[in-house]
């Protein structure tokens, strides 16, 4: 019974904020971060909803990945390798 009522909770509380960030589409507000707060919510009771979720992360970071690519000083992290970036370890591993 109680993990019933507590199932109904938070499925109120993570649908009312969901459709608060859809209303916030319209108007002014931060509905990219309101809906995945929605969604999280249910995530915590709800397969569904953590798959969603799921969903959302990776397609955002791709979408944020496309974007930094496309500004003209985005200059990706080139991987740091020690032994070539200081040539006293080169020497040292000759000698």
């Given at each position: 019974?109680?993990?019933?009522?507590?199932?109904?909770?938070?499925?109120?509380?993570?649908?009312?904020?969901?459709?608060?960030?859809?209303?916030?589409?319209?108007?002014?507000?931060?509905?990219?971060?309101?809906?995945?707060l929605g969604l999280a919510v249910l995530a915590t009771e709800f397969v569904w909803a953590k798959r969603i979720l799921r969903r959302v992360r990776e397609d955002g970071m791709k979408v944020g990945t496309a974007i930094l690519k496309s500004m003209p000083f985005y200059r990706p992290k080139k991987k740091h390798n020690p032994t070539k970036a200081n040539p006293e370890i080169e020497k040292s591993k000759v000698a």
């Open positions: 019974m109680i993990k019933l009522a507590r199932k109904i909770i938070i499925a109120v509380i993570g649908l009312t904020i969901v459709l608060i960030g859809i209303i916030m589409l319209v108007t002014p507000g931060p509905a990219i971060i309101v809906i995945p």
